[in-house]
């Protein structure tokens, strides 16, 4: 009677080794829904920075603001009528760590248009 149960248990962990560790397994489906996951999550960022370049792309395409905003701020680049001004603040004075408030020291630049010469009112 013995050997019949063994055999009974031999049997039924035979049968059960396929579904838990074999090919197409429970930890292989496991394993599988999160490289699912994960490559859902990866395409959903790509689906959003190629959405933000084609709105990009349709920006440039269809006007010359955002050409000139880009040539300005990538390019530094300047209107015929413009006067360019450089601001260099003075070197930041040493700060306790108790003080508050920004941290000066980088140059500001900023194009400034001048003013038009006739009065439209």
Do not use: C, H
């Not at 689906?47 to 603001?65: I, T, Y």
Request: glycine residues 8%.
């Amino acid at each position: 009677m013995r050997w019949l149960a063994f055999a009974f248990v031999t049997l039924i962990a035979a049968l059960q080794y396929p579904m838990w560790l074999g090919k197409g397994g429970w930890l292989q489906v496991r394993e599988l829904d999160r490289q699912l996951a994960a490559q859902r999550e990866g395409n959903a960022a790509l689906k959003a920075r190629n959405g933000a370049l084609d709105a990009e792309v349709r920006d440039l395409k269809s006007g010359f603001e955002a050409i000139e905003e880009r040539a300005r701020a990538e390019l530094g680049m300047v209107k015929q009528d413009e006067v360019f001004f450089q601001l260099e603040q003075a070197a930041p004075q040493p700060v306790s760590p108790s003080a508050a408030g920004p941290v000066q020291g980088a140059p500001s630049s900023l194009p400034i248009r001048p003013a038009p010469s006739g009065d439209k009112r």
